[in-house]
């Protein structure tokens, strides 16, 4: 590796200089017994916030008694009508809708284990993921049902609950809007599952059914949360009660300075299925018990923006890609945001021109983070003190241990010294789902290999300067080559493929294929991507394929995707 990728002189340094770069009320450590689960911690913020709003969608709010109630509830008809025992899987495949912290804390509620699943997921990632999880139920919403239908007899999928956009806005609104999805904007597409359970009538039994708290630790497992490791398929990352409620503790230890309990509006437009927005927005706001705004589209930036219009939010996170979009739209840049204090960005790397521009807009400081879904996912963040965007991914959040390896696995002590990330701490997962940790790379020494290569400055200022694995991170989703490739190959006439991420102004990266055609064949590009399309989620399909007459590769055969990167850049 070079001595130095920033131009400025390595200087030995030794410990955790970020501590002494800290801002006032930002604590070394943090307290990770305060709770013994995140039932206690749910417990706990229902009976202080209990009359105050604690999330609206679609212009109706549940306050957090209600909350209490709906999901309580729905834990009964779990435990009773459904008979799972603690530790069982539930996936939730549904976007930003009340239902979601309804379904997520009463799962928790009856011990179960929570998969999260993207609900734009093809049928054939939606079987592995339900397989490899061994789900036993699925909560999911009418407009993606067509997609379970094609698997649910591949998959251990026993029981199904079906849900509406509109089940929690009344018997008019409700019954509104959920004709215009399903008869109108025709959003449902046809889908046949017999024996599902309506959402509504899940509640309405559970309202009668014994609720029996079960026993959790710390220890327990919380969720399954599915993300790409370092290659090939999607690996459940295994978060416990204690790694989350760590997560949210060091969230409330470097921004808790700045935010205040029981008067924070914030707004969520990343989806709750994504590990960011979950422990950010749905656990860490609920900590503080502040009032959660959901955004089910927020691809829509126009009707985004009117959800907007005349509301007083004081936080806001999101992605690159959601920022840049909403600076550039011209009634978001005519809001009054008088009221926001804390703006953070995370998935994906901000850019310097979009971190500025909404500095310039808002007046408030788009605080860049890093995290994997491993860590649960916190890892890093920009204090709340900085004048502005410095390029970096901040310092380590609390009671983190941090440090940068060669490619012999030593630590290194110089600054601006590249070197592989390496990440210690009470958030970071025991391993992945049905796999030994140690033994497949993941761990290094007990420490969490992040596969990102890094600089450190004098005060403990990270930079990822790049990655060491051939991971594409489009709108901060992984993507992983493997996968694009084995698809590719299916399609007659692919000689070989190879999938690499190019830059891409408004996504961070997006998805090329590189292709040699079988001799006599003429492959068209459209058909191509059109076969893609079939098998992958949208943010995954190839938004251009090149054809060469073959693709550079080591002596031993293997494809080099970093010089097909760099030739593309």
Known sequence: MEASLSGQQPAPFSGKPWLNRYPAGVPAEIDTEKCSSLVEMFEQGVAEFAELPAYSNFGKTLCYRELDRLSRD??????????????????????????????LFGALRAGLVVVNVNPLYTARELKHQLSDARASTIVIVENFAHTLTEVLEEVPVKQVILTRMGDHLGPVKGTLLNAVVKYIKKLVPEYHLPAAIRYKTALARGRGLRYTRPDLNGDTLAFLQYTGGTTGRSKGAMLSHRNMLANVEQCLGVYGPVLSRGQEKVVTALPLYHVFALTVNGLLFFRLGAHNLLITNPRDIPGFVRELKGDDFSCITGVNTLFNALVNNADFQGHDFKSLKLTIGGGMAVQRAVAEQWQAITGSRLLEGYGLTECSPLVTVCPYDMDGYNGSIGLPVCSTEVRLVDDNGEEIHLTHTPGEMEVKGPQVMSGYWGQSGEDDGTFHDGWLRTGDIATINEQGFLKIVDRKKDMILVSGFNVFPNEIEDVAMQYPGVLEAAAVGVPHRDSGEMVKLVVVQKPGASLDEKALIGHCRQYLTAYKVPKVIEFRDELPKTNVGKILRRELREAAA
């Open 74 to 103: 729905f834990a009964a008809y779990l435990q009773q009508g459904f008979k799972l025992a603690p530790g069982e899987r539930i996936a939730l495949m549904m976007p930003n809708l009340l239902q979601y912290p309804v379904c």
